[in-house]
C-alpha cells in the first residue's frame, strides 16, 4: 500500500459518511447512541497477562488491500465461536468494505457469538463514526494516530470515554506515539506495518517497546504468524497481540490459536 492508496481509502470513507449522514443525520444517531448499553470490558481484560502469560485479540479479516481476499465465505459467527473456545482474549472486527470486504453486520454478527469484548477496526475520522461504533455494541474502537490530528485524537478518545467504549490507539513511529501519549491514550497499538509501504517488520513492536509508559497498556499488532514471533516480542515485555490474517489463513483457527498460546 503507498501513500495515495491510503488517501484513497480516506477519501473513500469521507464520502461514506457523508452517504450515511444523509441516510441517518448525525444528532439522530448521537440520540441512539447515547443510550446506555452494557459494554465488555476490553481494556481491563489486557492490562494483565491471561492464565497462558500472553492474551491474543483473535481478528476477523476476509481480505486485505495488500494480500485481496484472505478467505472466502467467512461465517463471522463461526470464527467468533473458534476464537473464544481456543482462548482469546477479546476480538477485533474489520468493517471497512470497500478494501477489506468487512461489514457492520460482521461485526454485529461476530459479537452476538461470543462473551468476550469486541473490537471495531476500521478507519475511523469522523465523530459520526464514533457514535455508530456505540450504538451497534462496539466495546472499543480503533483509533489511528496517523490519520487525525492531534485535536482529533483527543476529542475521539474524551468521545469513547463518554460512550464507555475503550480506544486502541494505533501508531507506528515514535512521532505516533508521542500523539497518542499527549492525546491521552492508555492503549498503544503498535503497527508492525508501515501504512506507506505496507511492508512489516515485527522488530518495529520492539524498538517501540520501552517508549511505552508504566499507565499504558501495548498491543502489537500485524505480521505476527508463529509461536517464535510472539516469544520474541514477549521477551521486550508486550504481551498482548493482535493476529488477524494467520488465523483467517489456517485451516483449523481454534488450534491455531492455542499453539501460538503454546498451549499445544
Known sequence: MNKDFLTKIIAGKKEEIAAAKRNLPENLLRDKATVP???????????????????????????????????????PAAYASEYESGGAAALSVLTDGPYFKGSIKDFKTARQAVTIPVLRKDFLISTYQIYESAM????????????????????????????????????????????????GARLIGINNRNLSSFKTDINTTIRMASLVRPNQVAVAASG???????????????????????????SNPRDFLMSLMGKC
Not at 224 to 237: A, C, M, V
Open 37 to 75: 448499553q452494557k459494554r465488555r470490558m476490553f481494556f481491563k481484560k489486557l492490562e494483565q497477562p491471561g492464565p497462558s502469560g500472553i492474551n491474543i485479540i483473535a481478528e476477523i479479516k476476509r481480505a486485505s488491500p495488500s494480500r485481496g481476499e484472505i478467505r472466502k465465505d467467512v461465517n
Open 224 to 250: 505476527i504468524k508463529t509461536r517464535k514471533d510472539i516469544e520474541k516480542i514477549l521477551n521486550s515485555g508486550i504481551w498482548n497481540f493482535l493476529i488477524g490474517e494467520s488465523l483467517m489463513r489456517s
Open 136 to 183: 451497534i455494541g462496539a466495546d472499543a474502537v480503533l483509533l489511528i494516530a496517523r490519520i487525525l490530528s492531534p485535536n482529533q485524537l483527543k476529542d475521539y478518545l474524551n468521545l469513547c470515554n463518554e460512550l464507555t467504549m475503550d480506544a486502541l490507539v494505533e501508531i507506528h513511529t515514535k512521532e505516533d506515539f508521542e500523539t497518542a501519549t499527549n492525546a
